[in-house]
């Protein structure tokens, strides 16, 4: 079954990075274009951005462009988000998704990770 | 960017009830619409794609319908299960967008 397990979340200092990774399973990873979304705590789901199947293609929110890069190792089964110059704001639930439809990265996602938490604070 | 509003934000129901939800978007997006629930501390879950049709796996007392601008999930009958907040969301255009989010809770 298609398992998607985030990790490398937790607590960081504004202007400090941190590097995401999911690790997916149970699918052709190499096929489908991968996302990561956000929820600040109580707060609704946001977006962040996408990587084209092939690694050719890569779009981002407005808010984290400039600052953040979204990566995969298909070899590796693995899609990454390197979070630079973090902001307070960035605080949130930080989850990986998968698109429903092979060669796709328009965003409906069939399968969320569990996500992992990104807190920013001094 | 396209916004989605949902509505209501939030409501009472009680187990064997009827509940609607409703989501306009800010511009037409055709039936490039998804709904997912999100029950507390889980990720979400995809309930509806492509405004009507039906994830595999989700019980048939989930529906949507609508086009254009106009949205609506239904569950026709209320289980304790579906306790959860719901979000529309648009894939016709990117960045995908999703709604506030509306929050089912027991009466």
């Known amino acids: 079954q298609v398992q998607l397990v985030e990790s490398g979340g937790g607590v960081v200092q504004p202007g400090r990075s941190l590097r995401l990774s999911c690790a997916a399973s149970?699918?052709?990873?190499?096929?489908?274009?991968m996302h990561w979304v956000r929820q600040a705590p109580g707060k609704g789901l946001e977006w962040v951005a996408v990587v084209s199947y092939d690694k050719n293609n890569k779009y981002y929110a407005d808010s984290v462009k400039g600052r953040f890069t979204i990566s995969r190792d298909n070899s590796k089964n693995t899609l990454y988000l390197q979070m630079n110059n973090l902001r307070t704001e960035d605080t949130a639930v930080y989850y990986c998704?998968?698109?429903?439809?092979?060669?796709?990265?328009?965003?409906?996602?069939?399968?969320w990770g569990q996500g992992t938490l990104v807190t920013v604070s001094s | 960017d396209i916004q989605m509003t949902q509505s209501p934000s939030s409501l009472s129901a009680s187990v064997g009830d009827r509940v609607t939800i409703t989501c306009r978007a800010s511009?037409?997006?055709?039936?490039?619409l998804n709904w997912c629930q999100q029950r507390p501390g889980k990720a979400p879950k995809l309930l509806i794609f492509?405004?009507?049709s039906l994830q595999s796996g989700v019980p048939s007392r989930f529906s949507g319908s609508g086009s254009g601008t106009d949205f609506t999930l239904t569950i026709s009958s209320l289980q304790p299960e579906d306790f959860a907040t719901y979000y529309c969301?648009?894939?016709?255009?990117?960045?995908?967008?999703f709604g506030q989010g509306t929050t089912v809770e027991i009466k």
């Open positions: 969301q648009q894939t016709y255009s990117t960045p995908p967008t």
């Open positions: 149970g699918f052709t990873f190499s096929s489908y274009g």
């Open positions: 511009q037409s997006i055709s039936s490039y």
């Open positions: 492509a405004a009507s």
């Open positions: 998704a998968k698109d429903k439809y092979s060669d796709s990265g328009v965003g409906l996602f069939d399968y």
